[in-house]
């Protein structure tokens, strides 16, 4: 721990009046001094851009963007699921456990309750029914993680590796690793609509990312996650509850894996327990890639959308040079560990120096 | 006489723009018992750790050790040299047994050996019967209470032959009959032949049987005094520089409004029948040896831990309190001894930790924080209390301990408390701060809040406060008002 | 001693599994045969062999999610050399061990000096290692492995009383002597003795001397090696080399070295720990299916067992120390 808390980044700060998530630009630009902050991340998004624009014809088109904008939403939403957690200095390792079950039960219920040949109106009714029961699932779902972590003590990892197991043992068990689809075409339809160039998912992805910042920057359950981070102790020694903060972020979490199962759902137009399970890790990369402190206490939206973008532009850039997924996902590897080694590398330069 | 083990001349370290050590000259005799003493931040552990070998000095200053220069010196040359250091922390390993602990030597020659357990547990068993001490060699670390922790550490560190010991801060943690244990193992490490050097930041029981006397202040050696020469009220101005302020402030308040009754209160293995009450602008003192239960009453009228017996009344008011939420609500907030790991989120900033007690009450439109209120609340603080800081945004852990435990001070202020619990709240303070941090308190006594200080250092409690009472064994031993009982007086009883 | 019985993770592990199988001979008829317990322990030598060198690392205080994909790695790299190149098993084998000590030696490398913390350094090399791997091989099998690799190896083979024939075999004879070893290793020799005593207390390790790096090369390196060892034993037993077949394994093993005693915070566990909690596991699911409970019930079985297991461990060892808060400094922010 000791080598660790000597290269935490500087803590986020709060300046100038508070606007939109993360408090606008003005900490944005506080940041853009700091090496190795949002700066570095937003230069290699420029750059990324830069070179793929120059090296891929079709790169710079409008359709780039738009698959952009079409990949993002899930990933985004599983990362902000992981990010609080992360925050908390815990981890939730059931966060696609929990969206595929949720999936699976509002695909079900969908496919069951929707009478032949029924109306749009009874349609629309059975949508929302069935949302509210894959809600009501992700609030019980993380209550129960939130408190397991909460009062037992248990490091989250085993709480959440347990959880993982148990959910998804329940979805094969019930599924028997099939596939549930037949869901009605309205739900799809709604779900990859584009409103003004911009696809459904994508706007979901910038309103919970806004919310989450919200809950962050601007609630003191959101400082509380912060502080839960850095120093459990010490923030129940300031009469905060820390319990119920644990119990809040594990909730929060399973409810943003609710918001992505929607979107699979719309997206694959089936559900199953097999679903984006490679995506577990990845949620992590990314959040780490986004600046989040891995041992807890700092973090920010901002930075995980900038990592999101980073690692879907290289995705975007090697798919148009023909590059398989595997060859990505190596790539969003080495893109990780270079950005980690550039941090080490610049923080000995900077003890060294003046 | 004879040659010094250790000797130092011109020993200097500077850590960027600041010098810690300036020009020091030191000798430490062959099986001396030798006091070395200093504000927090005079330089002391600079200057062990150099002797270790964990840090250079500046070119130009020499480490002799039995005359022979043995610069540039390293981790391991120190320990083959014959210096071992105990640091506060002990350094032990939790998880090992005590033979593995004091033999730990054994296993570090390579890795591809076979371990030698019966030469490790031979070395504890022979170290432990040199200290004639008894503790079980299969024991887990984490098993043994603190004080056998140390024998343990003191052991490891004869195991590898240690001609000179130096122990950070040994007694801060220990009961007088542990003290008294420990300083008779002292006695025959001195016997034979080997030095031992005490470090504190306050004058306790090792003077005793201290030799001589070495005080450090902002970097520079102050002198060496025999330890019969010096008195610790001497020694005291001699560490801060200052000629203490002795005056007793205590006034009589038996007739203002009681602000906080307990009665009767009980936990099992902690404290037990403790009744006391504390009076509206009233600076009560609570002091007693460490483990005497002091920490652990404040907890329980804290909320953070229930007792089993007995009252608390709070304006009168019978209180149940069932967390910490309940006490601030009750008007109560609690000061922790252990700032940095229970005061302070240190790696957050000096902003969110000033308003992380009242979070809940700003709340502005939609129950959003309001950024400005945030700001707002913590710059009143910082200006109130006179925090020096570089911008609320920074980092706590860039601040000095003493501005850190304005900060602290600061967080429970803004509860605004009706009764301020502070445990030990100058440890680890330098002594202008703990002047502000004094008169802070009396401001505050001043304004109608109640204060408990509990602290065990003596002449705190004696000229800070209007009553003292002093715990031993979990009760209530007795109470004196400075002025009419003496100083000294006081230090007997709670000494006894 | 039996206050120092009642702590012992793994005579609680033990009293567990007693118990588990009783009631599972009782109502399972085929459970306690020779036969059925020798195949349950073949069915897991690997994982058995996986969790012995993740242990070594959870004792070192670090974490490697990496394992299952460096065993492929290696597993295919040796596949490769023996099916295409028709090398000799002498250059297969220890070529594919010398990978698995290699990739091992890369995650030490970002652990100890790109100070990438090791969940974090591992779960980024599990992603490069497994993604090359498929991408170099197509996802290809290789299934005309050489019969020197392939064929069955036993070593004692006896008939019992109802006539069905009991094989030790080589999966059986390789986890039994990978646990002695680190067994030996962890408890006799120098090296383990540093790990634990690095896993206890990092920051006094280091400064009574221990070469903290050396140790996270040992570490991830004996990981490495097991875990091209456990990859070779496996293609051993399906005869083929399948590159994803170990991936996904990683949690399994994690649950079971966990179960076993490990601690994710280092310093603790035990060999006999490491496989009691593979034998819990192991007859879990042996009981199951003797049951004709569904195998996907297995899952969720292992999902309560990890859940039940550290709560319960955790709540016990808090009501311990619950009044003794105040003796022990806690640690740093």
């Known amino acids: 721990m000791h080598a660790a808390a000597s290269r935490r980044r500087p803590p986020v700060t709060e300046r100038a009046p508070v606007r939109g998530i993360d408090a606008g630009l003005a900490p944005l630009l506080a940041r853009l001094r700091m090496p190795g902050g949002l700066a570095g991340l937003a230069g290699l998004l420029a750059a990324l851009v830069v070179v793929f624009g120059a090296a891929v014809p079709d790169f710079a088109s409008g359709g780039t963007l738009q698959s952009v904008m079409f990949q993002m939403p899930e990933l985004g939403l599983l990362s902000l699921a992981m990010l609080l957690p992360l925050i908390s200095g815990g981890l939730n390792l059931a966060i696609i456990a929990t969206a595929n079950q949720a999936a699976l039960l509002m695909a079900w219920l969908m496919r069951s309750w929707t009478p032949a040949g029924a109306s749009g109106g009874t349609v629309a009714l059975v949508i929302v029914a069935a949302m509210l029961a894959g809600l009501l699932l992700c609030v019980v779902i993380g209550l129960l993680t939130g408190a397991l972590v909460a009062y037992t003590g248990v490091h989250p990892i085993l709480v959440t590796l347990g959880t993982r197991s148990l959910l998804d043992g329940v979805s094969i068990f019930l599924t028997r690793g099939t596939i549930i689809s037949g869901l009605p075409h309205q739900y799809a339809a709604v779900g990859n609509a584009v409103v003004l160039g911009v696809p459904v998912p994508f706007l979901v992805l910038i309103a919970a990312a806004l919310a989450c910042g919200l809950l962050l920057r601007r609630t003191a359950f959101g400082v509380a996650v912060f502080m839960v981070g850095s120093n459990i102790e010490a923030t129940r020694y300031s009469a905060i509850d820390v319990r119920r903060v644990l119990v809040g972020v594990y909730l929060a979490s399973s409810v943003l894996c609710f918001v992505a199962a929607c979107l699979m759902l719309a997206r694959f137009n089936s559900a199953s327990a097999e679903y984006a399970q490679s995506y577990l890790l990845i949620t992590i990369l990314a959040a780490v890639l986004g600046g989040v402190d891995p041992f807890g206490g700092f973090g920010t939206v901002w930075g995980l959308m900038l990592a999101l973008a980073i690692l879907q532009v290289l995705a975007s850039g090697s798919n148009l040079l023909g590059m398989s997924d595997y060859l990505k996902l190596a790539i969003w590897g080495l893109v990780l560990i270079g950005v980690m080694a550039a941090q080490t590398l610049a923080q000995r330069m900077k003890r060294r120096g003046p | 006489m004879n040659a010094p083990f250790l000797r130092l001349s011109g020993v200097s370290k500077r850590f960027g723009g600041v010098l810690a050590l300036d020009r020091i000259d030191w000798d430490v005799m062959p099986g001396e018992v030798h006091c070395l003493v200093g504000e927090n931040g005079c330089g002391k552990s600079t200057l062990i750790k150099i002797v270790a070998g964990v840090h250079p000095p500046d070119p130009g200053s020499v480490v002799a050790i039995e005359e022979h220069d043995v610069l540039p010196l390293t981790p391991a040359r120190a320990h083959a040299l014959g210096v071992q250091v105990i640091f506060q922390d002990l350094s032990l390993f939790p998880n090992l047994s005590v033979a593995e602990n004091v033999g730990i030597a054994q296993v570090l020659t390579g890795l591809a050996r076979p371990a030698r357990f019966a030469a490790m547990r031979e070395v504890a068993r022979a170290t432990l019967q040199r200290l004639a001490f008894d503790l079980p060699l299969d024991a887990r670390v984490s098993d043994l209470p603190v004080a056998e922790r140390q024998i343990v550490a003191i052991c490891r560190g004869l195991a590898a032959r240690a001609r000179l010991l130096f122990m950070d801060e040994p007694t801060a943690s220990l009961t007088r009959a542990e003290v008294n244990r420990l300083l008779a193992i002292v006695a025959r490490l001195k016997a034979e032949g080997i030095a031992v050097v005490f470090v504190s930041h306050r004058l306790d029981e090792v003077v005793e049987i201290a030799e001589r006397v070495t005080v450090l202040r902002d970097g520079r050696k102050v002198g060496t005094y025999a330890a019969a020469e010096v008195d610790e009220r001497r020694i005291a101005s001699l560490m801060t520089g200052l000629e203490l302020n002795s005056g007793i402030v205590a006034r009589d308040l038996a007739g203002a409004a009681p602000l906080l009754e307990v009665r009767g209160l009980s936990r099992d293995g902690e404290y037990s029948d403790v009744s006391f009450t504390l009076r509206a602008g009233e600076v009560l003192g609570l002091t007693g040896l460490l483990g005497a239960g002091r920490t652990e009453l404040a907890l329980s009228l804290f909320g953070m831990t229930r007792p089993d017996a007995g009252t608390i009344a709070v304006d009168g008011r019978t209180v149940t309190l069932r967390s910490n939420h309940d006490a601030i609500c009750a008007g109560i907030a609690y000061l922790s001894e252990d700032r940095l790991n229970l005061g302070l989120n240190l790696r957050q900033s000096i902003g969110d930790n000033i308003v992380l007690a009242v979070l809940d009450r700003l709340r502005g439109a939609l129950g959003l924080l309001s950024g400005a209120q945030r700001r707002a609340t913590a710059a009143r603080w910082v200006d109130r209390l006179n925090i020096r800081i570089p911008g609320l945004d920074h980092p706590v852990h860039t601040l000095s301990g003493g501005n850190q435990q304005r900060v602290v001070l600061a967080k429970w202020l803004a509860t605004s408390p009706k009764i301020l619990i502070l445990d030990s709240p100058t440890v680890g303070v330098d002594i202008r701060n703990k002047q502000g941090i004094y008169e802070i308190v009396r401001g505050l006594a001043a304004e109608g809040v109640g204060i408990l200080l509990i602290s065990d250092e003596i002449e705190e409690v004696f000229a800070t406060c209007d009553r003292v009472l002093h715990m031993r064994g979990g009760r209530i031993a007795g109470e004196a008002i400075p002025g009419r009982v003496s100083e000294a007086a006081l230090r007997a009883q709670v000494y006894a | ?333």
Request: proline share 4%.
């Open chain 3, 1 to 333: 001693m039996p206050e120092r019985l009642r702590r012992s993770h793994e005579a609680w592990l033990l009293a567990v599994i007693l118990v588990l199988g009783a009631v599972l001979a009782a109502i399972a008829p085929g459970f306690l045969t020779p036969g059925n317990f020798v195949d349950l322990i073949e069915t897991y030598s690997v994982q058995g062999i996986l969790a012995l060198g993740l242990f070594v690392v959870l004792v070192s205080g670090g974490i490697d999610i990496s394992f299952a994909a460096t065993a492929s790695v290696a597993q295919y790299l040796a596949a490769w050399l023996a099916a295409r190149l028709h090398m000799p098993g002498i250059v297969c084998i220890p070529a594919g061990l010398l990978a698995g000590v290699a990739l091992g030696a890369i995650n030490a490398t970002l652990i100890h000096f790109v100070r990438v913390t090791s969940i974090i350094a591992t779960i980024a090399t599990m992603s490069v290692y497994f993604a090359l791997l498929m991408y170099f091989t197509g996802g290809k099998l290789i299934s005309d492995l050489p019969d020197w690799w392939t064929d069955r190896i036993v070593f004692v083979q006896w008939q019992n009383a109802e006539g069905d024939l009991v094989r030790i075999t080589l999966p059986i004879v390789m986890l039994v002597v990978a646990a002695l070893f680190t067994w030996l290793m962890m408890t006799r020799s120098t090296a383990g003795r540093q790990l634990y005593a690095m896993g206890g207390n990092p920051e006094s390790a280091r400064r009574v001397g221990v070469a903290i790096g050396r140790l996270h090369y040992l570490a991830y390196g004996f990981l490495g090696f097991m875990a091209a060892l456990g990859g070779i034993i496996q293609a051993h037993r399906v005869g083929e080399s399948v590159p994803n077949a170990m991936y996904g394994s990683e949690l399994t093993v994690l649950s079971a070295a966990v179960l076993g005693g490990a601690s994710l915070s280092g310093g603790v566990g035990s060999v006999p720990g490491v496989l009691l909690g593979i034998v819990l596991l192991a007859i879990l699911q042996n009981g199951l299916n003797l049951l004709g409970v569904s195998p996907y019930f297995f899952q969720i079985v292992i999902g309560l067992v990890i859940l039940i297991s550290t709560s319960f461990t955790m709540l016990a060892t808090r009501g311990r120390h619950a009044r003794r808060r105040v003796a022990a400094p806690a640690a740093g922010d």
